[in-house]
């Protein structure tokens, strides 16, 4: 054991013995920096990061160094401006911006936070707010946060429920459209969209009654629950469902906004404008953002009925606000490149899919990408145990991989990754693969 793998092991032993249990990687990563596309562990090894640190950093590791020379001049100067009680032109110019990349035609207003769990924790709020109605929609297989409210939306894993309830805020969740494990047991596009009918033919006629309902809270693209996309016209469908009943659109923009399906919004694939959106994740450029935005035409919020002490901390808006300078001068570009590398990492995941009996699916949007794994194609049990063995596997050949769903590998690189990079991480990938297929590895 060399000393640094030694000091590995004591920072592991230390942090188990003073945080409490986090969900961690099967594999021991103990970070020290990055840059752009990689990342370094406490020995100085580099890999290649395909988890955007759980989808903060769509820009490159650590952002860019215009990035936090805009954090550091901000520091001297004030960090902390109370921006529920003053004013700033800071947050100003970054809220303008922002709204800026959002569907023209509409008159956009912003509440800034901390979390993608206090954006949604205000978009529960606002909806009830706006509409006077208290029960909400959302996802079997969603996640959008662990406080009270969020958590009553979330519906990814037992583990993230239980003993916490009962949820005060009256959620109903229905199918989301996993065409890969579809409830229904049919196939698109002959199923008609089934799923969207039984919005309708079911809770909404048997169990609340669509005037009582406030929102219906959706990820365009599911994260935490395996980086599932839906079909096409889904939401078209969805929305005019929920038109007919005055029901709001709020579009979780955390994970898989921000560029990273290839779009500002992942709901902009779709043709749709929701009529809340929350973002958070990558757009604080590595440090806690939360972002609320709301069609103006819901009207506004009394002073006072929602607030926050840190929401706009000078400091963050400062990183925030020259990464989406950057992201706003580059937008066509970006959306440009992002494809093309989209389709060239979607191409290899499928041909895996061919390949290897392990890959029962590939999917993604832009660079929103995944492989779930199966012990058989044509049962579809899930792999659980496969796929962490083919993430520490990859872990030791230099990758960064994160897990998602029962049994989805997601791979979520800088937007901003090189092919070489990236191409590169797909042969590791693709090597961990082929070896848990023949049964190498896990002995």
């Not at 001049?73 to 110019?93: C, I, R």
């Not at 993230?160 to 309830?165: A, D, L, M, S, V």
């Not at 699916?361 to 796929?387: F, H, N, Y």
Request: net charge positive.
């Amino acid at each position: 054991m060399t000393k640094n793998s030694a000091k590995m092991d004591e920072i592991i032993r230390r942090d188990k013995r003073i945080f409490l249990t986090l969900p961690r990687v099967p594999y021991p990563f103990v970070v020290d920096h990055g840059d752009g596309e990689f990342a370094y562990d406490v020995s100085g090894r580099r890999f290649i990061d395909f988890s955007s640190f759980i989808g903060v950093y769509n820009m490159g590791v650590n952002s860019t160094a215009k990035v936090r020379a805009a954090i550091k001049g901000q520091v001297d100067k004030l960090m902390h401006n109370a921006l529920l009680e003053f004013y700033s032109e800071l947050p100003v110019d970054f809220a303008e911006l922002l709204v800026s990349m959002f569907p023209k035609g509409e008159s956009w207003k912003v509440f800034l936070s901390n979390s993608g769990t206090e954006a949604i924790e205000a978009a529960i709020k606002f909806s009830n707010l706006f509409t006077k109605r208290y029960y909400t929609m959302a996802f079997y297989n969603a996640f959008h946060g662990r406080t009270k409210g969020a958590l009553a939306l979330t519906n990814s894993k037992m583990v993230q429920r239980e003993h916490f309830g009962p949820f005060a805020q009256g959620t109903i969740h229905v199918p989301y459209p996993y065409c890969y494990r579809c409830p229904f047991s049919l196939e698109y596009p002959g199923c008609g969209l089934a799923c969207v009918d039984y919005i309708k033919k079911y809770p909404l006629s048997k169990e609340v009654s669509p005037s009582e309902v406030a929102a219906f809270f959706a990820e365009p693209v599911q994260g935490e629950g395996g980086y599932v996309v839906p079909p096409a016209d889904y939401f078209k469908e969805l929305k005019s469902l929920l038109d007919e009943s005055g029901i709001l659109l709020v579009a979780d923009e955390v994970q898989a906004g921000y560029m990273r399906t290839g779009k500002f919004l992942s709901l902009d694939n779709f043709g749709v404008k929701a009529d809340i959106y929350t973002m958070a994740k990558a757009i604080g450029a590595g440090l806690p953002l939360g972002v609320t935005i709301v069609n103006g035409k819901l009207g506004d919020i009394p002073p006072g009925s929602h607030s926050s002490t840190f929401g706009g901390n000078l400091a963050v808006i400062a990183g925030a606000y020259e990464q989406l300078k950057e992201v706003s001068a580059k937008r066509k570009a970006l959306e440009s490149s992002i494809r093309a590398k989209g389709a060239i990492a979607l191409k290899r995941l499928k041909e895996m899919q061919e390949r290897y009996e392990i890959v029962g699916d590939a999917r993604g949007l832009g660079l929103m990408l995944a492989i779930e794994l199966v012990k058989d194609k044509k049962t579809k049990e899930p792999a659980a145990q496969e796929r962490t063995w083919i993430v520490k596997d990859a872990f030791e050949n230099g990758l960064l991989l994160l897990e998602a769903g029962q049994s989805t590998i997601r791979l979520a690189p800088p937007v901003t990754i090189s092919e070489k990079s990236l191409v590169t991480g797909l042969d590791i990938l693709e090597e961990s693969v082929r070896k848990a297929n023949l049964g190498m590895l896990g002995k």
